[in-house]
């Protein structure tokens, strides 16, 4: 299985920050990414596939980049609903794989 | 739009079968176009990807559940489903079916307990 590696684990910012998420893919996946928030309670939500594109309706201060092994999302600038935790997955490979997720906190 | 729904007992007991049902408005299965996905989240845990089904019935199940794992479709009722046997404490979980290779749509997600 793909192991997708998210760094860090938690962070604490203040709104207005640039938030950075890094996640690393322990083999090739391409541009094969989603990046999902998850609120507690609630199903995860897609923001950006294909590694960098906005999923229809998500805020533009939510991007994403890389290829290949390497992969960074950024909220240009944090609001207050973004608190959340975030996950990377791949899928490249069958079985799709998340990475541990990184809880965002003000 | 499409939306997803899941559906089943929230609790089972030890060793016995978890069977859930996700139930998809909005939209056809047998329009073909997307797998049809089973994940689930510990409690305070990540997300496992459980496996996936196709309109047609071709199927791929996570290598970890798939001794246990059967996953079918009915396209008459536009609805896919998800058997877990011989379960135990280890299964409890939420459990969410969502659409695709970009998992862009979810169900609401139902928590499954297993417990005597």
């Known amino acids: 299985d793909i192991q997708m590696t998210q760094s860090p684990s938690s962070l604490s910012a203040s709104v207005g920050d640039r938030v950075i998420i890094t996640c690393q893919a322990s083999?090739?996946?391409?541009?094969?990414l989603n990046w999902f928030q998850q609120k507690p309670g609630k199903a995860p939500k897609l923001l950006i596939y294909?590694?960098?594109n906005l999923e229809t309706g998500v805020p533009s201060r939510f991007s994403g980049s890389g290829y290949g092994t390497d992969f960074t999302f950024t909220i240009s600038s944090l609001h207050p609903e973004d608190i959340a935790t975030y996950y990377c997955?791949?899928?490249?490979?069958?079985?799709?794989?998340f990475g541990q997720g990184t809880k965002v906190e003000v | 739009q499409v939306q997803l729904q899941e559906s089943g007992p929230g609790l089972v007991k030890p060793s016995q079968t978890l069977s859930l049902t996700c139930t998809v408005s909005?939209?056809?299965?047998?329009?073909?176009?997307?797998?049809w996905s089973w994940i689930r989240q510990h409690p305070g845990k990540g997300l496992e990807w459980i496996g996936y089904i196709y309109y047609s019935g071709t199927t791929y199940y996570n290598p970890s559940l798939k001794s246990r794992l059967t996953i079918s479709v009915d396209t008459s009722k536009n609805q896919f489903s998800l058997k877990l046997t011989s379960v135990t404490a280890a299964d409890t979980a939420v459990y969410y079916c969502?659409?695709?290779?970009?998992?862009?749509?979810w169900g609401q997600g139902t928590l499954v307990t297993v417990s005597s």
């Open positions: 083999q090739d996946i391409r541009n094969y």
């Open positions: 969502a659409r695709g290779n970009w998992f862009d749509s």
């Open positions: 909005g939209g056809s299965i047998s329009s073909g176009g997307y797998y």
């Open positions: 997955q791949q899928y490249d490979v069958l079985p799709r794989t």
């Open positions: 294909d590694a960098s």
